[in-house]
């Protein structure tokens, strides 16, 4: 994994996040089937978009899984100009419903998908 960050303002600073929800996405992220995507996968707290997850770089702009809050569902979250946008979902119930690999394996077979679609 490369370095982690927070975003704040715009500006983004190395970190480490120490929240429920960096931890759970260090464990999906290290579960993710491609070395590949291990590799280019960067833990995020960006307090401007009002998320914490896993970013990948695409061509269109940062891509995150947006780990939820106890409750909530995952959610991958294109970071563009005009702001946050969901384009996928991480079907399989909520947090603590699935296991990280689960989460990992879902999330693999969506990255690969885009890439098919030549969007990463």
Do not use: C
């Not at 995507?37 to 995020?44: D, E, N, S």
């Not at 978009?49 to 702009?61: D, P, R, T, V, Y």
């Amino acid at each position: 994994m490369k370095v982690e960050l927070t975003v704040s303002e715009g500006v983004a600073r190395r970190a480490f996040l120490k929240s429920p929800e960096a931890e759970h996405a260090r464990r999906i992220a290290n579960y993710l089937p491609a070395a590949e995507w291990r590799t280019l996968a960067q833990i995020v707290d960006n307090e401007d978009a009002e998320l914490i997850g896993i970013q990948f770089q695409s061509a269109s702009g940062p891509l995150v899984l947006k780990v939820p809050e106890e409750g909530g569902s995952y959610e991958v979250v294109l970071l563009s100009a005009t702001g946050p946008k969901t384009v996928g979902t991480i079907h399989g119930g909520k947090r603590g419903e699935v296991t990280p690999q689960v989460v990992a394996y879902r999330l693999g077979s969506f990255l690969s998908a885009l890439r098919r679609m030549r969007h990463i």
